[in-house]
């Protein structure tokens, strides 16, 4: 079951994964989008660093019609990647980016942009990451509308192959290399979340705010 967030004040967080200074990031979600919740909504990041409140390290989110992911350079130079926004379905959402390389946006296992990072390092940052919404200068707003489910933070690039995989596999895949952070999502329980299990290799701990709830997909099963 994934969590259904209200668009108002649901929302996660949880302490650092320690992400520092990166080579690369991998950062994925399967969301399903009513469309209402308006402009700058976000689906997860890293908290706003200190020194660009502006930006975070990594997002996953949406302005208006359209999906976009976002990467910090250590000259804290934002570069996005974007691709039109569906609606009422499940879509999975992934964002892959490389020192001195090249991001990539992927929707549903397919490339559908990319953004040059040739001559660029990925910000360092120990911030924390939400769900649901973003922490700007300890202020949680950019609430997030609808369902979320398999949230991941790896600390490598993922190449095309590994992304369609974790998009065909829907959630049943084992790729733990890299693997710095994952929300499943899918505690078999019903009603208010009380509680959020983090699965990745370093068991943070996770905290819930509002009353996010559990709601049946009918779609993804995660193993």
């Not at 090249?102 to 360092?124: A, C, K, P, R, W």
């Not at 065909?168 to 899918?186: E, F, I, N, P």
């Not at 329980?189 to 009353?211: C, D, M």
């Amino acid at each position: 079951m994934p969590l259904s967030f209200d668009g108002s004040d649901d929302y996660l967080s949880t302490t650092s994964i320690g992400s520092g200074a990166l080579t690369g990031i991998t950062a994925s979600a399967w969301v399903y989008d009513t469309g209402n919740s308006g402009d700058g909504i976000r689906v997860a990041c890293a908290r706003m660093i200190a020194d660009h409140d502006d930006y975070s390290q990594w997002l996953i989110g949406r302005n208006g019609s359209n999906w976009i992911v976002r990467c910090l350079d250590d000259d804290t130079s934002s570069h996005e990647c974007s691709s039109a926004a569906s609606f009422n379905t499940w879509v999975h959402l992934c964002m892959t980016v490389a020192n001195n390389g090249t991001m990539y946006l992927y929707v549903n296992g397919v490339q559908t942009d990319t953004d040059d990072f040739s001559g660029e390092t990925i910000h360092s940052t120990n911030e924390p990451e939400t769900v649901g919404a973003r922490d700007k200068n300890d202020t949680i707003q950019s609430f997030y509308l609808g369902r979320i489910h398999d949230v991941r933070v790896y600390n490598r690039q993922m190449n095309a192959v590994e992304v369609l995989n974790l998009y065909t596999s829907r959630g049943r895949d084992k790729d733990y290399y890299g693997l710095l952070l994952r929300w499943q999502l899918s505690d078999n329980t019903t009603g208010t979340a009380t509680s959020v299990k983090e699965t990745g290799p370093s068991q943070l701990t996770v905290t819930v705010s509002s009353s996010p709830a559990w709601i049946y997909s009918g779609v993804l099963r995660i193993a």
